[in-house]
């Protein structure tokens, strides 16, 4: 099971994420911010808020993407 270790918002709705094998991937939001609880994250102010919980990521107390689905879906860098 992967954790993520570090998080940087990157321009373009897009999350640089360091887990704890040492990669880095990018994953790209935009998909997302039409679909249920994620719309609130066109708000930037809100996007910007990521933080690490648990070795996933969250935006407050009900947003929250697992780590294991970050690493499969995310980009390679």
Partial sequence: ??????VEVL????LLLTFDNNVKKIKDMKPYLEKG???KLKDEEIF???KISFG?????????MCADSLYESSKEI
Avoid: H, L, P
């Fill in 56 to 64: 996933a990521i969250s935006w407050g107390n009900d947003i929250d």
């Fill in 48 to 50: 910007n808020k990521v």
């Fill in 1 to 6: 099971m992967r954790k993520i270790v570090d």
């Fill in 37 to 39: 609880v994620f719309k």
């Fill in 11 to 14: 321009e373009n709705y897009e």
